[in-house]
């Protein structure tokens, strides 16, 4: 397996990993469709506790 021959410097080695960790995004929020709060997608609802109309967790999980 090949080595390398010289050590990469911190600014080289910085520059690249900047891509990956300067790209993290919020996640994506939608409405909820029972209640209309604000929730991530593919999640249960935090304030009501719906997903995909139907009830799946007890609102007294959820806190």
Do not use: D, I
């Not at 409405?31 to 609102?59: D, M, T």
């Amino acid at each position: 397996m090949a080595n390398p021959k010289r050590r990469h410097s911190k600014a080289r080695t910085r520059q690249r990993r900047s891509k990956y960790y300067n790209s993290l995004k919020n996640p994506e929020v939608m409405e909820c469709n029972n209640c209309g709060s604000p929730k991530v997608y593919h999640r249960a609802c935090p304030s009501c506790g719906f997903y995909r109309g139907r009830k799946v967790v007890e609102h007294t999980e959820l806190v």
